[in-house]
């Protein structure tokens, strides 16, 4: 588990690249197991509670996707147990039907310490 939280960002990105590759499985290792976590991501869809939230990640991780995530332009700003990330997420690759995809979204990550270790809370993205 991370300690700081730059190792807790760059294991939610991996843990992004293979839910987009079709394993949301270690997704559940970097979120907070707490009922209160969110995702807003880039299909519009407001998830609230952690089956709302890990249903829509099996939805996604069912789109077939091959391709990468990277988060650019990383900002941190932390307390003792609250901290955030903003950042520009780039994603490239190929869609199931062929479709060459490339987008560029802005994306504020909130992460909670708990049991001495950073844990996604919640997750916003949109287009600009």
């Not at 987009?20 to 991501?41: F, K, V």
């Not at 069912?62 to 990383?74: H, I, K, P, Q």
Request: proline content about 2%.
């Amino acid at each position: 588990m991370p300690n700081t939280l730059s190792e807790a960002a760059d294991l939610f990105y991996a843990a992004g690249n293979k839910m987009l590759a079709g394993d949301c499985d270690p997704y559940a290792e970097i979120w907070s197991e707490g009922d209160d976590i969110s995702h807003l991501g880039p299909t519009g869809n407001l998830c609230t509670g952690r089956k709302a939230v890990f249903e829509q990640f099996t939805r996604e991780s069912g789109m077939g996707f091959d391709g990468t995530l990277v988060a650019d332009d990383r900002r941190f700003v932390e307390s003792s147990d609250m901290g955030y990330m903003v950042c520009m997420e780039r994603t490239s690759g190929m869609t199931r039907a062929g479709e060459a995809l490339r987008i560029d979204i802005r994306a504020t990550t909130i992460f909670r310490k708990e049991a001495g270790h950073w844990r996604v809370v919640h997750h916003h993205t949109d287009r600009f």
